[in-house]
């Protein structure tokens, strides 16, 4: 490398290339540049020997002699792309951000690279390597401690790789082999400034490999005390920027100094030999001017090559100072050693001394942030381009970012537009500026970084991959998170591939965000993802009563712990996870799963909190601890704002602060008011005027919206499903825009849908550009789906009616909502111009002078105004010569407060002098000005200027351009006020397009002149007569209206008349006028209401109302409906039959309606089936009021003569539901509902008694009484009409006093379960029967009887005991007590249960037939499995028998409950069952089909014959083939599923044979022989166990010695329970033989301590220690034993004569072990004395010394512990030994102390440390 200094000579009167020659050359560097670029690389790669010569090859056809050819400037000077970046090249960097495993550098020009920790250095991967070999974790440096943000490094672009995205990812090395790869030991002199990393730490310093082979590189202490990092700090992997000091030996040792000041000024000299291939990044070089361009400078260095400095490198204080010639000092940048291209940098924060580089920007952290009005200063076109943000920062916008990435590029374009949005994207720290994008794309997109996440928030991505642990879903570019494998669903998903495919989009919510570490936790699970409860993102959002969904994480024995967002969790104890008691949690709850939890109590400062799931399930029906919201409709609320959120503001309504939320939407009607507002308000600021419009479990909502506030207090809301009706007008706010349809919602929840076709009168292909969310509309309703409660309504402006004046209420109510926006803003932002601007109002004049004149429009300036821009637009400039400076006079058209800008006009019809104006005189208006809802417009030549509203109905589509109105647009107003005090003394007009929009029909027209006035007499011709209304021809030809109940005087009304029927048709009639109706819902509306608009009149014919003299007060539904009281007796006329709800519409007045149920109608179920044939139409009825309310609308009558229920009363009532273990669910009238008890149904009881009744049906019920709001009913015949009741045959048990012991009595079954069969005796009295008490026949489950005692069935029973305090009555269903059969049939052939003697008798016979063979027995069994004939009935001593037989029988029986049962054409007749047992096997046939497996559903009739008609089966029945192949094919089946079973290897064996072939399977598992004798024992049949136990003795191998104790330590406890004495001694004495003694000797000990047998046990344990005295173990056993048994004083006995038995050195050991029996179980202070005084003794057993520890942490004071720990850590011990004493000190005090407590420990191991060193150092 030396050579190729000489080739290129440098300094003195070297012959400089003149510029002209420059220029000649240009070309040829340019095609160096690009097209021999691959040829040179190729030749770099050769020898580096022959590096000179090819060098003067090239020079020789390229030019004459200097080099400046190999690195001549670029024709333009760009900053670097990445598209330039290749592998080897040299760079400059700062450290941005520090991982565990990689660290981020920013490269010039807003390149980002990242170096990985293998590419630190040689020695420190070695020593990586080693680490992760030994297990050992001694020190070694993590990257964190190595590198810090802001730190400059040189690196070298080790590798680039392509990253997921497409993107390029420059991967760095700072290894010093690569990064000074071109020096050698040679061309290293002294002053040189390099990079390396520490090697390795020596005592007087540190050796630096500086990656040249063959060098030494040392850096002394003291010549690195000036570092950042001190010397001591120096670890192996430090990077380390050095100077050579002195080179020795021709450079194979060097000598460093890293003093950061000379490092920093030291400049690269020609003499140290730098040259092009050699050169370093970082180098402080001496330079020239050489050409100053646009874009940046071209520098001459090192005497002879040239260098390029972009313009993000030129210091901008200076740049105007650069001139050609000038002398700088730069900083070398980039080195490209392929096309010898060198950046250099001449910014100060790099070209001074420094050592770090400042790593986020002065003015904080902007990254991701959105910055409007920025504007564009400079275009670098092959670059990028400078934006000024307000505030005077600049920031750079790469090239590509200057437009979409699919547009071609245009930056004219860019610089051309005036004001520009930006999005920083990232700060360079290497630049010290923001680069920034004016992509939309970029712009638009909701999250740019992890910062702009928030827990708790709803998000959309698209899946990206599958992996075991989750999901990965990519919210953006560069944003991804992780759906957790337990929240991909709210069940766990075995297959998530089949539910989520790649690039499918979801909707998630963040659980938790990490921004820092760039983490991001996502969940799928529904009840997450759409819970509407509030959530607890921080502890404090956790206020107990508060109820939000959480997932479980962990199940304990304690209980749950539930998480909620980020790291919220808290526990949910045992206690409160249900109201059922829970045991075993992990039974009931899974981890995952999504439950709602309520808060008991929380300590946000220790992160604490307690939860229950049981309160958060009942909080639902009681909320008692909150105050308590009356929501009343129309009432008028203030709220204070207590937190502004995304959607809305979450209020607190005054007095009571109870929490609500007020949506953005609903500040107003008019949307583009609704953000304003939302901006407007603060934080504590108080609203008032509002209302709430829908309380739910979760949330109160309220409203702002003045039209829908205006409807909630007129009443003209539903406030439930029930109360809608056709033709119904409500005022609603768009909630959802579909493809085929807008939803509406409407106060109190409800929703409706508005089809595509109901939307508009016009057509209309997208839905969503007709209405915006949250836009006011009103609706009509069109159509009602009562099942499914949804209904359709129609928005079109013909179908619904305004309230009159709504368009003018609206257009002040908006202007005044502005002005509050305007007042709000001018008092907080504390600018007097703010103020200034708030003061101004449209039409008002300024004096102006011009500022700038362009084709757009003019800006102006006022002196009044300084800072405001005040701009006139084209359009109002027009006509007028301007010139700058010129001054002007002007009128005001808007003020944008918000952005501090005033719109203008100087048109002289605006400015002129205005004219007055009369009310009702039409102008032509001209549309000025357009501010989204609202329109500025000029009236005529007037002068005059007023605001409208850009849209004159609420429901208004402007679909087209053409329809919206646009400035210069021409309309026709009509002046309704002169000076309206609302519009701030502006006109208030009425205005139409200039084409009238809308015709009104004749028959509105006839009433449009106002109609006619209340009270007003009319005389009319009477058109038409109906049963409820006659309709009237008034003089003035429009029609009124009379209702049926104001035809005749009320007091003349006969019942079952029809008033109506007394008007004839043409005659002529005086009415007078009480009210209207409108024309398009009939709805009678008096004349005050505000909607009467086009109205038919409604009238009176009653004589005393046309006295003029009577003075007529307007009728209110609601003061009408509320004068009626319940009960009182009222004359109504029917008006409809509703045959859907079978009720019955009745009027009593025109305004008032009320409705008769079905069962308020009749009195007689016969007439149920037609009640519309009882009552006419119009006819005149006397009714009751049951209910009056008017929240909701109710007004319900009876017509039965009664209006509440009684008790002891008898009425009507509708079966809804039958449940068995209820009864009846019936519906009663006036809204009750009760429930008959199965005892309740009839006087005498018949088997399934529910059967006669069916749902809907019509019954006749007596109430008994009335618990909890529900009715107890009877349907016996002696309570309905008690004369005529035939004998009670089950009389009615009231309570249990009217019992007596040894009374029969009848009853239902309510259950079976393990304690009995459970018997309903009445509706309050529940008997028990148990299970010996049932049946005659041995039933070993319980599940028998269930399946023959399904519930009600009907049972006759004996009362044999009552406890009547317990109210417990104890039954029996034994044949013997009732008299009546067995509830089990004999068919089940089932053991009878032996009594008495007979029980002894089996016992003895059972003894004797033992001794059959195995053989036999194995022959006996072996059919009993595959198929079965049952004999039907036994020999009442064959039921007796004993032995094999008794044991088989068991054994079927338990087959029987699993396989179908058998054929009852199969069954042996009873006769033939006569002789002995041995005809079960003889009977058995082998060639029996299938046919004797019979289905479940067919066994089930075979088993029902119920004792009586047992015989009935002995016939064979003929079958159809049809039932033949069905019965095989049922049989095949259930083989199938047999052979299943059996195969199941999971499946716990149930009965013998089972056991018996897997035990074939492997005969030496001793749990399987324990098993089976387990399953005999359940059976209590012992020696059927004994002899299991045997067998197993017999079979198992004697090999397996732990198999063969097993079975003998159960055989001895099964003689322990079951057995004598005797026969114990026998087994243990056989066992000694047979095991080890020592063990069994054991065993048998505990099992004796076990069963509380201490003498016994202390003989056997006294027998041991004489026996195996040498034996450690059964020594401690003893002492266990005896402490146990609170025995202390013997033990320190036995302790005594332990330590003289055995050998010296157990007994340290054996005292510890003692000591620590005395903790657990005796006296603690005894144990710690132990333990002193072997610790005394014996002062270096530090593993005991580790146990008492432990011991006292458990037992002992704080106090005491910390002394033990002082004794602990002054020990004179190893220095290891001590640190780990010194680790536990600290975890104690950490867990158990106080911050100063820990601080002691600490400094106690300091010093410790320090005496050690002193030590040492002596």
Not at 37 to 49: M, S
Not at 769 to 785: E, H, P, R, S, W
Not at 1348 to 1360: D, V
Not at 1714 to 1740: H, I, N
Request: hydrophobic share 35%; net charge positive.
């Amino acid at each position: 490398m030396a050579s190729v200094e000489e080739d290129f000579p440098r300094g003195g009167t070297a012959r400089k290339p003149t510029e002209s020659k420059i220029v000649v050359q240009r070309s040829e560097v340019d095609n160096l540049f690009q097209s021999n670029e691959q040829a040179e690389t190729k030749k770099r790669k050769g020898a580096v020997k022959d590096d000179s010569k090819k060098l003067k090859k090239q020079k020789t056809t390229k030019e004459e002699d200097n080099g400046l050819t190999l690195n001549t400037a670029a024709k333009c000077v760009e900053i670097l792309h990445v598209k330039n970046v290749k592998e080897g090249m040299l760079m400059l960097g700062c450290v941005k951000e520090v991982a565990d495993f990689e660290v981020t550098v920013s490269l010039p020009c807003g390149l980002k690279g990242f170096l990985s920790i293998k590419n630190i250095s040689d020695s420190y991967t070695k020593l990586l390597n080693e680490q992760l070999e030994s297990s050992d974790t001694e020190e070694i440096c993590s990257l964190p401690h190595l590198f810090h943000p802001g730190m400059v490094v040189r690196c070298v672009v080790a590798k680039l790789d392509i990253a997921r995205g497409g993107s390029l990812s420059i991967q760095l090395s700072i290894n010093p082999k690569l990064v000074n790869k071109a020096l050698t030991t040679s061309s290293l002199k002294a002053g040189m400034v390099l990079s390396g990393c520490v090697e390795s730490v020596e005592d007087h310093g540190c050796i630096v490999d500086i990656g040249i082979s063959g060098s030494k590189a040392f850096l002394s202490k003291k010549a690195a005390k000036d570092k950042h990092n001190n010397p001591e700090e120096l670890k192996v992997g430090q990077y380390v920027t050095a100077q050579v000091e002195e080179v020795k030996n021709e450079g194979r040792v060097v000598q460093l100094s890293a003093n950061p000041l000379t490092i920093g000024q030291a400049c690269a000299e020609s003499k140290q030999g730098w040259n092009l291939t050699n050169l370093l990044p970082g180098l402080l070089v001496k330079s020239t001017i050489k050409k100053v361009t646009k874009h940046g400078l071209i520098l001459d260095f090192l005497s002879s090559f040239s260098g390029q400095v972009d313009f993000l490198h030129m210091e901008p204080e200076h740049a105007s100072n650069y001139t050609e010639g000038t002398e700088v000092q730069a900083r070398v940048l980039y080195v490209e050693p392929s096309t010898r291209l060198v950046g250099l940098s001449l910014r100060s924060f790099l070209v001074q001394p420094v050592k770090t580089v400042e790593p986020t920007p002065a003015g904080g952290d902007r990254i991701g942030e959105v910055v409007k009005c920025c504007k564009m200063t400079t275009v670098h076109h092959m670059s990028g381009a400078m934006l000024e943000l307000p505030g005077e920062t600049l920031a750079f916008v790469h090239r590509n970012h200057l437009k979409e990435s699919n547009e071609p590029a245009n930056e004219n374009r860019a610089l051309a537009m005036p004001e520009h949005t930006c999005r920083i994207l990232d700060f360079s720290p290497m630049d010290q500026i923001h680069f920034a994008s004016l992509r939309r794309s970029v712009i638009d997109r909701p999250f740019y970084r992890y910062h702009d996440l928030q827990a708790g928030q709803v998000v959309e991505g698209k899946v990206s991959v599958l992996l075991n642990h989750g999901m990965v879903v990519h919210l953006s570019d560069h944003i991804k998170g992780l759906v957790p494998r337990t929240h991909l669903s709210d069940i766990v998903l075995k297959n998530p591939e089949k539910k989520y495919t790649e690039g499918m989009k979801v909707k998630c919510r963040v659980l938790s965000v990490d921004p820092e570490n760039k983490k991001l936790y996502l969940t799928r699970k529904k009840a997450l993802v759409e819970s509407s409860l509030p959530l607890f993102i921080s502890f404090t959002d956790a206020r107990p009563g508060c109820v939000s969904h959480g997932y479980i994480v962990c199940i304990k024995n304690f209980g749950c712990i539930i998480r909620f967002y980020n790291n919220v969790k808290g526990l949910v104890p045992l206690s409160e996870l249900s109201s059922e008691p829970i045991v075993s949690p992990e039974e009931v709850f899974y981890v995952g799963q999504v439950l709602k939890a309520k808060v008991l109590q929380c300590d946000p400062e220790k992160a604490k909190m307690v939860l229950s799931f049981k309160a958060a399930v009942e909080g639902e029906t009681e909320e008692a601890a909150k105050p308590q919201f009356d929501w009343e409709v129309g009432k008028r609320l203030e709220a204070k704002v207590l937190k502004k959120l995304v959607t809305g503001l979450e209020v607190a309504i005054l007095p009571d602060e109870i929490r609500a939320i007020l949506p953005t939407m609903h500040l107003s009607d008019h949307m583009s008011n609704c953000p304003l507002l939302w901006e407007s308000l603060q934080e504590g600021d108080n609203i008032s005027n509002l209302m709430c419009f829908n309380k739910n479990k979760l949330n109160i909502t309220l409203t702002k919206k003045p039209t829908v506030r205006w409807s909630l207090e007129e009443g003209v809301v539903a406030k439930d499903f029930s109360e809608i009706t056709v033709g119904m007008q409500l005022i609603g706010w768009v909630k959802n825009i579909m493809s085929y349809g807008v939803f509406v919602e409407f106060p109190c929840g409800l929703v409706g849908l508005a089809p595509k076709s109901a939307m508009t009168d016009k057509f209309i292909s997208d839905t969503t550009a007709a209405f915006q969310l949250g836009q006011t509309v009103i609706a009509k309703v069109t159509n009602l789906d009562e099942e499914k409660r949804r209904f359709l309504i129609t928005l079109k402006i013909s179908e619904v009616i305004s309230p009159e004046g709504d368009a003018q209420t609206r257009l002040i109510n908006g202007l005044q909502e502005r002005r509050a926006v305007t007042d709000m803003l001018a008092m907080r932002g504390n600018s007097d111009l703010r103020q200034q601007l708030a003061a101004l109002s449209v039409g008002q004049k300024l004096k102006l002078t011009t500022d700038t004149v362009k084709d757009t429009g003019a800006t102006f300036t006022s002196d009044d105004l300084a800072g405001a821009t005040i701009l006139g637009s084209k359009h109002h400039v027009m006509g007028v010569n301007l010139t700058p400076g010129q001054k002007v006079t002007a009128v005001v058209l808007h003020v944008d407060i918000l952005s501090t800008c005033i719109h203008v006009s100087i048109l002289s019809k605006l400015v002129g002098s205005k004219k007055s104006l009369n009310e009702g005189s039409k102008y032509t208006a001209m549309v000025q000005y357009m501010d989204q809802d609202f329109a500025v417009i000029s009236l005529g030549d007037t002068a005059q200027l007023t605001v409208i509203q850009t849209t004159s109905h609420l429901n208004e589509v402007l679909l087209s351009e053409s329809e919206k109105l646009k400035v210069g647009m021409s309309l026709a107003v009509e002046v309704t006020e002169r000076s309206c005090q609302e519009l701030q003394g502006l006109p208030l007009v009425s205005w139409q397009r200039t084409a009238p929009k809308r015709q009104r029909t004749t028959s509105e027209n006839q009433v449009g002149s106002k109609g006619h006035c209340f009270g007003e007499t009319l005389q009319g011709k009477v058109r038409t007569v109906k049963p409820t209304c006659i309709q009237v021809t008034l003089e003035d030809g429009s029609i009124g209206s009379v209702h049926v109940s104001e035809v005749v005087e009320t007091a003349d009304v006969c019942v079952g008349s029809f008033p109506t029927s007394s008007v004839k048709v043409g005659s002529v009639v005086n009415a007078r006028v009480i009210g209207g109706r409108e024309a398009s819902s009939h709805r009678f509306l008096p004349f005050s209401h505000p909607k009467f608009t086009y109205t038919i009149p409604e009238l009176t014919l009653i004589p005393s109302k046309l006295d003029k003299s009577v003075d007529l007060k307007p009728v209110i539904a609601k003061e009408k409906r509320n004068s009626y009281k319940v009960g009182e007796e009222i004359t109504c006329f029917v008006s409809k039959f509703n045959p859907d709800r079978k009720s019955l519409e009745v009027t009593t007045d025109p305004c008032v309606s009320g409705i008769v149920e079905l069962l308020a109608m009749i009195t007689e179920p016969k007439d149920a089936s037609h009640p519309e044939k009882l009552y006419k139409l119009g006819q005149a009825i006397r009714a009751q009021v049951v209910e009056v309310s008017s929240k909701p609308h109710r007004f319900m009558l009876s017509l039965t003569g009664v209006h509440k229920l009684e008790k002891g009363s008898v009425t009507l009532g509708i079966v809804t539901s039958i449940q068995p273990q209820v009864g009846l669910l019936v519906k009663l009238p006036f809204g009750g509902t009760g429930t008959v008890a199965v005892t309740d149904l009839a006087d005498a009881y018949r088997p399934n008694p529910l059967d006669a009744y069916s749902k809907d049906q019509l019954i006749r019920c007596f109430l008994l009484g009335c618990e909890n709001g529900k009715w107890q009913l009877s349907l016996r015949p002696s309570r309905l009409n008690p004369e005529q009741a035939k004998p009670v045959k089950d009389p009615e048990v009231l309570s249990v006093d009217k019992l007596q012991a040894g009374q029969v009595i009848r009853g239902y079954v309510k259950s079976v379960r393990e304690q009995g069969v459970f018997i309903r005796l009445s509706r309050g009295i529940t008997g028990r029967a148990e299970l010996q008490q049932s049946t005659k026949y041995f039933v070993n489950k319980h599940k028998v009887l269930s399946e023959h005692l399904p519930p009600n069935t009907l049972l006759t029973t004996k009362i044999i005991s009552i406890d009547k305090e317990e109210e417990f009555v104890n039954l029996s269903l034994l044949p013997a007590d009732t008299g009546k059969p067995d509830i089990l049939p004999e068919s089940l052939s089932l053991p009878l249960r032996l009594i008495g003697e007979e029980k002894k008798k089996h016992d003895i016979k059972k003894k004797k037939k033992r001794t059959l063979s195995e053989s036999e027995q194995k022959q006996a069994e072996s059919p009993v499995p595959k198929k079965k004939k049952k004999t039907k009935k036994k020999a009442k001593t064959e039921e007796n028998d004993s032995g094999v037989e008794v044991y088989f029988r068991e054994e079927e029986d338990k087959e029987d409950d699993e396989e179908p049962k058998p054929d009852p054409a199969k069954q042996v007749t009873p006769s033939s069952a006569g002789p002995a047992r041995l005809q079960v096997a003889a009977g058995f046939s082998w060639d029996v089909g299938l046919n004797s497996l019979k289905p479940a559903s067919a066994a089930q009739d075979a088993d029902s014959s119920d004792g009586e008609d047992q015989d009935r089966g002995s016939k064979p029945q003929k079958k159809s083939r049809h039932e033949v192949e069905q019965e095989k094919k049922a049989a095949e089946k259930a083989l199938v599923q047999r052979e299943a079973e059996l195969m199941d290897p999971n499946l716990r064996p149930d009965d013998a044979a089972a056991f018996e072939r897997l035990l074939l399977a492997s005969p030496n598992s001793s749990l399987l022989w324990l098993q089976y004798m387990a399953h005999h024992l359940q059976a209590t049949q012992i020696e059927q166990a004994r002899a299991v136990a045997e067998r197993a003795l017999k079979t198992i191998s004697f090999r397996e010695e732990q198999e063969k104790l097993n079975v003998w330590v159960a055989l001895l406890n099964l003689e322990n329970m079951y057995g004598t004495e005797e026969t114990l001694k026998k087994v243990f004495e056989r066992a000694l033989q047979f095991c080890e003694p020592m063990p069994v000797y054991q065993q048998l000990a505990d099992i004796y301590a076990k069963s509380n047998k201490t003498k016994e046990a202390e003989g056997l344990y006294k027998t041991m220690v004489k026996r195996f005295r040498q034996n450690k173990a059964v020594w401690l056993s003893y002492g266990t034993f005896l402490l146990q048994q609170g025995q202390s004083d013997d033990a320190s006995v036995l302790l005594q004569r332990a330590l003289k038995s055995l050998p010296s050195k157990e007994s340290v050991d054996v005292i510890a072990k003692f000591a620590q029996l005395e903790f657990r179980y005796g006296d603690v202070e005894k144990g710690r004395t132990m333990f002193d005084k072997v610790l005394t003794s014996y002062p270096k057993r530090t593993d005991l010394w580790s146990v008492f520890i432990d011991l006292m942490v458990k037992h002992g004071s704080q106090k005491e512990v910390r002394a033990l720990f002082d004794r602990v850590i002054h020990l004179s011990v190893s220095v290891k030994k001590i640190k780990f004493f010194f680790k536990r000190y600290l975890e104690y005090e950490k867990k158990h102390g106080t911050p100063q407590s820990i601080q002691a420990v600490k400094e106690k191991a300091m010093e410790f440390v320090e005496a050690k060193g002193t030590e040492a150092a002596n």
